[in-house]
């Protein structure tokens, strides 16, 4: 929040001078921490770097949104549809992913630590360089198929499956 805060301090001193920094029209990531989401759609929707944290995102629409570097961290996202979502360097630990559609997402560097899976849909995840542990990688090499269409990396492959 701090940083919040030195941003807006340093646009407004901008203001004074009568010019805004080059970077002012950046905008800023926005933040649905501990938000009541259930059933919002998010599709095809630009939030890279966006805060889900500790939201309930069940029932929730991702499809073919950008939430590069977005923090998902301890949400529930049970049946949420995440399919060709590119999840690439989110934080995702501790997430529901329960009954949810991952057809086709991209999880590059993905944290997924202690996130459950239980009927999900991976087919043509990219799962390359993503954290998970040994339990989770069983788990999702059983149902691991396909082949992703913007990375063209197959699923098992991404996942290290045997």
Partial sequence: MIWRSLL?????????????PAWADWTMPMSFSNAE????????????????????LELTNFTDADVRGAVFSASVMTQAILHQADLTDAMADQVKFDGADLS??????????R???TN?????????????????IRELCQIASGVNSKT????RESLGCQ
């Fill in 152 to 155: 063209g990396m197959a699923t």
């Fill in 37 to 56: 989401l259930k059933g919002q759609d998010f599709s095809h929707q630009e939030l890279q770097a966006s805060e889900f944290s500790n939201a309930n």
């Fill in 115 to 117: 996130s459950t899976f």
């Fill in 8 to 20: 807006a301090l340093l646009i407004c001193i901008g203001c004074w001078s009568g010019s805004l």
């Fill in 104 to 113: 086709d997402a991209v999880l590059v560097n993905t944290i997924l630590l």
């Fill in 120 to 136: 999900v849909n991976i087919t043509g995840a990219d799962f390359s360089d993503a954290i998970l542990d040994r339990a989770q």
